[in-house]
T-cell receptor, first 113, second 114 residues
Framework: NAGVMQNPRHLVRRRGQEARLRCSPM?????VYWYRQLPEEGLKFMVYLQKENIIDESGMPKERFSAEFPKEGPSILRIQQVVRGDSAAYFCASSPRETYEQYFGPGTRLTVT | AQSVTQPDIHITVSEGASLELRCNYS??????LFWYVQSPGQGLQLLLK??????LVQGIKGFEAEFKRSQSSFNLRKPSVHWSDAAEYFCAVGDEGGRRALTFGSGTRLQVQP
């Protein structure tokens, strides 16, 4: 019974490049949440998606960030033209329905050089 | 808007000693409350949750937490700490707006001395 999978676990990008972070939810889960953890801080909500729908993106930066959860395949968090301030750990969580009880993946640690 | 405060950034206890990690929240209605643990380089593991009912909730790994509405607190406790409990602990509250997001505190880092 695999948990939430995220890849890559570590990602290094130069300023201006694009970063793509992938999240495969637990089997049977159709709800995905993305959170960002800056160094020495707690997690901050970014976006909540269901299959083929963005339900709430109120935590997403207005520019350069986008997310999708297609009918088939993993959820993708995409960061265009990365800057040093994007360096953080990005966590994905999933749930079987709309609920606060979410199961977290191991995270992707993005470093922008 | 809701918020979560964990006033202790860093706590050190001796192995076998008792532990209490503090969490205060700001929330308009009855909150949904959670404690998560994060080991270095790892994701978050749910320790316990409070939705309603008994204000003393039991979790995994011997942890418990008590919801005190009058104090807006949800402190995490363990009677006897093990070296493997060294980690970062996060308190979280379910978003008041109903979007099912979690609002996290800034975390308490626990060190365990032998």
């Amino acid at each position: 019974n695999a948990g939430v999978m995220q890849n890559p676990r570590h990602l290094v990008r130069r300023r201006g490049q694009e970063a793509r972070l992938r999240c495969s939810p637990m089997k049977g889960h159709s709800h995905v949440y993305w959170y960002r953890q800056l160094p020495e801080e707690g997690l901050k909500f970014m976006v909540y998606l269901q299959k083929e729908n963005i339900i709430d993106e109120s935590g997403m930066p207005k520019e350069r960030f986008s997310a999708e959860f297609p009918k088939e395949g993993p959820s993708i968090l995409r960061i265009q033209q990365v800057v040093r301030g994007d360096s953080a750990a990005y966590f994905c969580a999933s749930s079987p329905r709309e609920t606060y009880e979410q199961y977290f993946g191991p995270g992707t640690r993005l470093t922008v050089t | 808007a809701q918020s979560v405060t964990q006033p202790d950034i860093h706590i050190t206890v001796s192995e076998g000693a008792s532990l209490e990690l503090r969490c205060n929240y700001s929330y308009g209605a009855t909150p949904y409350l959670f404690w998560y643990v994060q080991s270095p380089g790892q994701g978050l593991q749910l320790l316990l949750k409070y939705f309603s009912g008994d204000t003393l909730v039991q979790g995994i790994k011997g942890f418990e937490a008590e919801f005190k509405r009058s104090q807006s607190s949800f402190n995490l406790r363990k009677p006897s700490v093990h070296w493997s409990d060294a980690a970062e602990y996060f308190c979280a509250v379910g978003d008041e707006g109903g979007r099912r997001a979690l609002t996290f505190g800034s975390g308490t880092r626990l060190q365990v001395q032998p």
